[in-house]
């Protein structure tokens, strides 16, 4: 009995000499095909004169897919949006039906961009949050109407610090002190609902004056404007509240870019810009749906776009802030389509104390811009 014990057991302290000698064999393989992936990320735009310290990483994931189950917008496929855009004083009046329809779109694309949202955390690339929302319009059976609209090659727009619209989704890793644009619309059975908001990311953002008052700035101005919308209102009319509100607080609006029309169209008429004196025609009627989604910059209000087409940038690298909501006018005012939950992530927060100097004894409680 014991003989058989010893020869089993020789076999076995054999047997484990040889797999401990594969072990660094099996190690440096695992250190090479690692060190291989993280050597493949680079900046695909090297001569580009960026204007900040954000930088697109590249590679991008492969583009991820939706089920055929799942009912497509028409740029699905080969990216051209094939409607043409209504003219500026063609602006829908949504009956009962196709409102609920936008009732109930606008209500999921708050669910996605609040699980978006809960991933915003130092360490998480930004493919992994287009990874999250991807999953999480197809949990609902929806499209996620940015991918392959004119070519887009994500399901959200990540915009980050420097960032107006339009980022797309990358190996960048967040940091702590970053402030991040999440953009999320959603296709759902014929109708589109879009939404975004600007979070922070880590205490470290929190803590910084300029973040928060860009990011509070955005916010407030968006509660603002839609203060004033009821029938009768002028798309003109936002602009003036938002800039009248941004330059208060020592801020820029971009002009660039403005709200527009959305329900079985992703884009149409209305434009709502930001700004004040606009051109903006039209008058709110009950049972239009559109957006307002004012662009906030702590510097100047003038942009620039990254070769990769998409990405929107200020031309002084200044940090900006963005909010959006669907809105739908009704009788006597406007319902928010796409409003916060009582447990969305994010809200409003105060503008922290400035921080001490030597010979202080308190901040002054003015902005540090």
């Not at 329809?101 to 130092?122: F, H, N, S, T, Y």
Request: net charge neutral.
């Amino acid at each position: 009995m014991f003989e058989v014990g010893k020869r089993e057991f020789v076999l076995f302290a054999r047997l484990l000499q040889k797999e401990l000698g594969r072990l660094p064999r099996a190690l440096s393989e695992h250190k090479a095909v690692h060190k291989s992936s993280s050597s493949n990320l680079h900046n695909p735009f090297p001569t580009f004169p960026y204007t900040g310290s954000l930088r697109p990483i590249y590679p991008l994931s492969p583009r991820r897919q939706i089920p055929e189950s799942i009912p497509h917008p028409e740029w699905a496929k080969d990216g051209n949006p094939k409607y043409k855009p209504a003219g500026r004083n063609n602006i829908a009046i949504l009956d009962k039906k196709q409102q609920d329809g936008m009732r109930k779109v606008c209500r999921l694309a708050r669910e996605v961009l609040d699980i978006a949202a809960r991933e915003v955390k130092p360490g998480v690339t930004t493919d992994h949050i287009d990874e999250v929302v991807h999953k999480a319009c197809i949990e609902r059976n929806s499209y996620p109407s940015p991918l392959n609209y004119v070519h887009f090659p994500k399901s959200v727009c990540t915009s980050l610090n420097e960032v107006i619209c339009h980022g797309i989704p990358d190996q960048r890793v967040l940091l702590e002190g970053d402030i991040i644009n999440l953009d999320v619309t959603l296709y759902h059975e014929g109708f589109h609902g879009d939404l975004n908001e600007t979070y922070y990311v880590g205490p470290k953002a929190l803590a910084d004056r300029d973040s928060v008052r860009v990011v509070e700035t955005a916010r407030e101005c968006l509660e603002k404007a839609i203060e004033i919308v009821k029938p009768g209102m002028a798309f003109r009319d936002p602009g003036s509240v938002i800039e009248k509100h941004a330059k208060s607080k020592d801020c820029s609006v971009i002009k660039t870019y403005c709200g527009h029309g959305i329900n079985s169209l992703f884009h149409c008429a209305p434009n709502v810009p930001h700004y004040a004196k606009n051109k903006a025609v039209g008058i709110a009627k009950p049972g239009m749906t559109f957006t307002i989604e004012p662009m906030i910059s702590l510097g100047t209000y003038k942009d620039k776009t990254w070769p990769d087409d998409w990405t929107s940038v200020t031309q002084d690298g200044s940090r900006t802030a963005q909010f959006e909501h669907t809105l739908l006018v009704t009788e006597d005012g406007v319902e928010v389509l796409t409003a916060r939950m009582a447990d969305s992530p994010g809200g409003p927060v105060g503008l922290p104390p400035e921080a001490k100097t030597d010979g202080d004894t308190a901040g002054n409680g003015t902005g540090s811009k």
